[in-house]
């Protein structure tokens, strides 16, 4: 099956199509810090990429993309994008979790994982895999909430002796969340151990559309013409919108 994905969840953003030919899969990808600027590459890009790939739009078997959490933005773009290809094509759809895709290559990391991204208003939105296995749900959480957790997941816990394993913050948000952590453990230090163990992956390179592709292709998801068509954003945050909304009228009347 040839394969379109689209990464529109973040700053960075990326379009993949994989192409089955003979026995063997070939891969073409475009990727670029767009801001906020999906919607006036995205499908420019795809048509870019269909013909570098040699391939007309009937011969797309299936669309995935980025399920959230993300930019609600660029989330919209993304699922509006890959349903319409979908509907127009007559072929399924299906997104998987934006930050299970970013953790995905970081599988054999030999301790905690934490893919990161800025949620704004001081938050972040992460989850904490270890082997590539989660081991909590998807949070948006403050760095004092985000610190509760390693010290709740890692192992031995920080109160007792022996190495402790070590844990990687990456994504877009990481490098923010790494500041907020060091101070907030500057100011206990019967933390130390807790601020030692945790790294900044400066320069991993995070989930895209190529691994969007490889995580659809080992799920599954598109087995015997699958997908998700009434699938929507995974949000995780209510929006602004919703809030003020919420605010004036908070019997939902």
């Known amino acids: 099956m040839n394969l379109l994905a689209i990464d529109t969840a973040t700053e960075k953003f990326s379009i993949a199509i994989a192409a089955e030919r003979q026995g063997r899969r070939d891969t073409w990808f475009f990727e670029a810090d767009a801001g906020m600027r999906h919607s006036e590459l995205a499908m420019d890009c795809v048509d870019m990429l269909m013909r570098k790939a040699e391939l007309v739009p009937g011969d797309i078997g299936g669309v995935v993309c980025m399920g959230g959490p993300g930019s609600f933005t660029g989330l919209r773009i993304g699922f509006s994008m890959a349903k319409g290809l979908a509907l127009s094509l007559g072929i399924p759809f299906a997104p998987v979790s934006t930050l299970d895709c970013l953790a995905g290559p970081l599988a054999p990391w030999p301790g905690i994982a934490v893919p990161v991204l800025d949620a704004k208003k001081r938050a972040f939105f992460c989850a904490l895999y270890r082997e590539g296995e989660r081991i909590s749900p998807d949070m948006d959480a403050t760095p004092v909430e ?89 949000y995780i945050r209510k929006s602004d919108a919703e809030l003020s909304k919420h605010r004036l009228n908070p019997m939902g009347i």
């Open 146 to 234: 985000i610190a509760k957790a390693i010290a709740q997941n890692i192992f031995p816990k920080p109160e007792t002796e022996g190495p402790m394993e070590h844990v990687l913050l990456f994504g877009p948000g990481a490098e923010m969340l790494y500041g907020e952590l060091g101070l907030l453990w500057e100011s206990d230090p019967g933390n130390a151990r807790l601020k030692a163990a945790v790294k900044h992956g400066k320069g991993v390179r995070w989930g895209n559309a190529e691994t969007l592709l490889e995580m659809a292709l080992e799920k599954g998801l598109f087995a015997e013409g699958g997908g998700a068509a009434d699938a929507s954003p995974e």
